[in-house]
């Protein structure tokens, strides 16, 4: 058995990733997430990156994505920790094949890798409450074994949001429609002038 280990993302990182989803309600969509591990051995989350809303688990595509990504952050110190998912129906919160493949990629040059899967129960219940600080997904990894687990009753303690008050400024971006200007590996690779990293996008 491995160690387990935890994981704080970080409030820009984990918005993207949900305002990706939101902006292709219909599809399925994905992502990575970059950052570091710390001295005590927390995973630190620090950024994402939106990648595909149509060619999600089509090979070509994901590795000039990983590639570009690998490039842009090694310089800022970052390297790719983890996999984001959300499934293109509310009622599916399964980890399926698609994403496990992605992910066991990612798990092979980083064995504390995350797989962080968009719970829309949870996502569905915080846009009508806007109470609840902890993430709106769900973790899944592997700590050693062949296949990825959902961590249950601990998933919570083992993830964290860096900035407790993350989900209502998630909701405020949601309410102002900032969803809309979420760029992904799709749209950039559609119009390669359209900028991947979203760097105005918290502007």
């Not at 490039?71 to 698609?98: M, P, Q, T, W």
């Not at 899967?117 to 993430?135: H, I, Y």
């Not at 601990?154 to 949601?174: C, F, M, T």
Request: a negative charge; charged letters at 25%; hydrophobic letters at 40%.
């Amino acid at each position: 058995m491995g160690i387990e280990s935890t994981y704080g993302i970080h409030q820009n990182a984990y918005i993207k990733l949900i305002l990706h989803a939101l902006k292709h309600k219909t599809s399925a969509v994905n992502g990575v997430l970059l950052g570091r591990v710390s001295g005590d051995d927390t995973v630190e989350i620090v950024e994402s990156v939106p990648l595909f809303h149509s060619q999600i688990g089509v090979l070509p595509p994901l590795e000039i994505a990983l590639i570009m990504i690998e490039e842009y952050y090694c310089d800022k110190g970052l390297i790719i920790v983890g996999y984001f998912h959300a499934n293109e129906r509310f009622d599916d919160s399964e980890l399926g094949n698609v994403a496990k493949n992605i992910a066991d990629h990612i798990y092979r040059y980083f064995p504390q890798a995350a797989v962080l899967l968009l719970d829309n129960k949870k996502f569905e219940a915080l846009s009508k409450e806007g109470k609840d600080r902890s993430p709106v997904m769900q973790l899944y990894s592997k700590d050693g074994s062949r296949s990825w687990k959902l961590v249950g009753s601990d998933g919570s303690i083992r993830l964290k949001i860096k900035e407790p008050s993350a989900n209502i400024v998630l909701l405020d971006y949601i309410s102002s429609g900032k969803w809309k200007d979420i760029i992904d590996f799709d749209d950039h690779l559609d119009d390669i002038s359209k900028d991947w990293v979203n760097t105005e996008l918290f502007n």
